[in-house]
């Protein structure tokens, strides 16, 4: 089976604060993606990356980004964190090679204070 | 640009119940097609998919048949049960489109009741 981890369930950030949220996945998948979840938003796209070093922006990029410096591990960054960052964030994988599904982490539920 | 619709929740069902979700969408090409369940407090799981017209996808109970007279693919159950309450999503990709990218529906929250 594909397993997709994140670092951390529960994350807890004083405004201001840099914050990195990691997801690894070991099914050695070519892209992988951050999304966040948000109560009548749904999922919205905030970057994706296609290749080691490679990275596109997402729907929402604004206030975070993102580095992967390993195929297997994708690193969200938020720079400066604020309040209304506080949401689920999600990372998923894709293998490529003409399969389209992607596969999720547990997620990360992140609140700033 | 891609879209989905997905019926507007929440849905309260008794245990066996039939279950129907609706699904439809817009792509410009021939996208496959994928719904996902997210459970309380977890990621979103793929459930089944399918990648051409006419395809069936089906895993636990749960069915799905890509139409694309109708551009639709309504997620079905023939006998609900609690441990099947969560959120249903919808999605596509479109090789139109960023193959790489998915496009979800708002999700459907499901509820079975004992």
Redesign the interface.
């Known amino acids: 089976d594909v397993k997709?981890t994140q670092s951390s369930r529960y994350l807890v950030k004083r405004t201001g604060e840099k914050v990195f949220l990691e997801c690894v996945q070991d099914m050695d998948h070519e892209?992988m993606?951050w999304y966040r979840q948000d109560p009548g938003l749904?999922?919205r796209?905030i970057y994706?990356s296609?290749d080691v070093k490679m990275k596109e922006k997402?729907d929402i990029p604004e206030g975070y980004s993102v580095s992967r410096e390993k195929k297997e591990r994708f690193s969200l960054i938020l720079e400066s964190a604020s309040t209304n960052q506080t949401s689920m964030y999600?990372c998923?994988s894709?293998p490529g090679q003409g399969r389209?599904?992607?596969?999720?982490?547990?997620?990360t539920?992140l609140t700033v204070l | 640009g891609d879209s989905v619709t997905q019926m507007e929740g929440p849905v309260t069902l008794s245990e066996e119940a039939f279950l129907t979700i609706n699904c439809t969408y817009t792509a410009t090409g021939y996208p496959s097609l994928f719904w996902y369940v997210q459970y309380p407090g977890e990621g979103l799981q793929l459930l089944l998919k399918a990648t051409k017209a006419d395809d069936k996808g089906s895993n636990k109970g749960f069915e799905a048949t890509y139409r694309k007279e109708t551009t639709s693919f309504h997620l079905e159950k023939g006998s609900v049960q609690v441990s099947d309450s969560a959120v249903y999503f919808c999605a596509l990709s479109d090789p139109g489109g960023s193959a790489r990218q998915l496009t979800f529906g708002s999700g459907t929250q499901l509820t079975v009741l004992p």
Do not use: I, T
């Open positions: 997709v892209n993606f749904g999922l796209l994706f296609y997402g999600l998923a894709r389209n599904e992607q596969f999720f982490g547990p997620g539920r």
